[in-house]
């Protein structure tokens, strides 16, 4: 079974995932394209210490020796030397992610499995630049992975089954809730549901029909939610936002994804308000309107 996991990707999830990996055990080598970004990497994976300790009360001293399994390299051949798993958590771009599957494929270890953490691209679409399709597929985290913990784990057609049961037996054993999808769909389950729900979101927005505020109050009045839209959009990124719907504006000519993209850009992206990781998005932190107790009312 797997023993030795890079997470290629320091950003939101990708910190999330190499420390909750290290917490259960693993040895663990984080992978970013330079010295820059594997410090903020570093900077951030260290950051989520307070989270477990206050969500789960993991103590000091298991956060500490799992830090002590955590290696960072900005060198992709070093970072994958002896990698049995990579988990891919890089720019949800297509071109981004196929440059670095082809870069990935030609320095990682033959024994060496790829699963990509891809919210809303197709493994498929990607197995032939990895030059290994039947050992690649899959594992998608949803965001605050300590507490939200699923683990969905999608083959594409070429994936060879015993892979697919291993990364489902690795889930599991990073304190997942091992999910199987057993037919390639954009956005597996979570996001088949999430997307939609914050693009609809947007959209009342963006035309001028309500403000974020009131939209999320609506929401959590109504169905009795902990959060609404705008709130779950600070939590997964402004980026990944702005990312999904410039890719949906490009490829289907879509009008109403192209304005939801320039919003995004123009209102906050450009201004540097990314969401909880910048400490302002649609709300500030890290005391949000929204958990204000007169904000129903």
Same mark, same amino acid.
């Given at each position: 079974?797997y023993?030795?996991v890079?997470?290629?990707?320091?950003?939101?999830?990708?910190s999330?995932?190499?420390f909750?990996t290290?917490l259960?055990?693993?040895?663990?080598t984080?992978?970013?394209?330079s010295?820059?970004?594997?410090?903020?990497?570093k900077?951030?994976?260290?950051?989520?210490?307070?989270?477990?300790a206050?969500?789960?009360?993991?103590?000091? +001293?298991? &956060?500490?020796e799992?830090?002590?399994?955590? =290696? #960072?390299s900005?060198?992709?051949? $070093?970072?994958?030397? !002896?990698?049995?798993l990579?988990?891919?958590?890089?720019?949800?771009?297509?071109?981004?992610?196929?440059?670095?599957?082809?870069?990935l494929?030609e320095?990682?270890?033959?024994?060496t499995?790829?699963?990509?953490?891809?919210s809303?691209?197709?493994?498929?679409?990607?197995?032939?630049?990895?030059?290994?399709?039947e050992?690649?597929?899959?594992?998608?985290?949803?965001n605050?992975?300590?507490?939200?913990?699923?683990g +969905?784990? &999608?083959?594409?057609?070429?994936?060879?089954? =015993? #892979?697919f049961?291993?990364?489902? $037996?690795?889930?599991? !054993?990073?304190?997942?809730?091992?999910?199987?999808?057993?037919?390639?769909q954009?956005?597996y389950?979570?996001?088949?549901?999430?997307?939609p729900f914050?693009?609809?979101?947007?959209?009342l927005v963006?035309?001028?029909?309500?403000?974020?505020?009131?939209v999320?109050?609506?929401?959590?009045?109504?169905?009795?939610?902990?959060?609404?839209?705008?709130?779950?959009?600070?939590?997964?990124?402004?980026?990944t936002?702005?990312?999904?719907?410039?890719?949906?504006a490009?490829a289907?000519?879509?009008e109403?994804?192209?304005?939801?993209?320039?919003?995004?850009?123009?209102?906050?992206?450009d201004k540097?308000?990314?969401?909880?990781a910048?400490?302002?998005?649609f709300?500030?932190?890290?005391h949000?309107?929204?958990?204000?107790?007169?904000?129903?009312?």
């Amino acid at each position: 079974m797997y023993k030795e996991v890079t997470v290629a990707g320091s950003g939101v999830l990708g910190s999330q995932i190499a420390f909750q990996t290290a917490l259960h055990g693993f040895q663990v080598t984080v992978y970013d394209i330079s010295d820059e970004a594997i410090a903020k990497g570093k900077e951030r994976v260290e950051g989520w210490q307070p989270r477990y300790a206050e969500d789960l009360g993991t103590s000091q +001293e298991s &956060m500490t020796e799992a830090l002590g399994r955590i =290696t #960072y390299s900005s060198n992709l051949a $070093e970072a994958v030397s !002896n990698a049995d798993l990579v988990i891919e958590a890089v720019p949800e771009v297509v071109a981004i992610k196929t440059e670095f599957y082809q870069k990935l494929g030609e320095v990682a270890p033959e024994k060496t499995v790829f699963v990509t953490n891809s919210s809303t691209l197709l493994p498929s679409q990607f197995a032939e630049a990895t030059g290994r399709p039947e050992k690649f597929l899959a594992l998608h985290f949803a965001n605050e992975i300590w507490k939200n913990n699923t683990g +969905e784990v &999608m083959k594409h057609p070429g994936t060879d089954e =015993t #892979y697919f049961n291993e990364v489902l $037996e690795f889930a599991t !054993n990073i304190g997942m809730v091992a999910l199987p999808i057993h037919k390639e769909q954009p956005g597996y389950i979570l996001n088949s549901l999430l997307v939609p729900f914050l693009e609809a979101a947007q959209q009342l927005v963006v035309n001028g029909v309500s403000d974020p505020e009131t939209v999320d109050k609506t929401w959590m009045i109504g169905t009795g939610a902990p959060k609404g839209p705008f709130a779950i959009l600070d939590i997964v990124g402004l980026t990944t936002a702005y990312n999904i719907s410039s890719g949906k504006a490009k490829a289907f000519n879509s009008e109403a994804h192209r304005k939801a993209s320039e919003y995004l850009k123009t209102e906050y992206i450009d201004k540097g308000k990314l969401g909880i990781a910048t400490g302002e998005g649609f709300y500030t932190y890290p005391h949000p309107n929204y958990e204000k107790e007169d904000f129903l009312k």
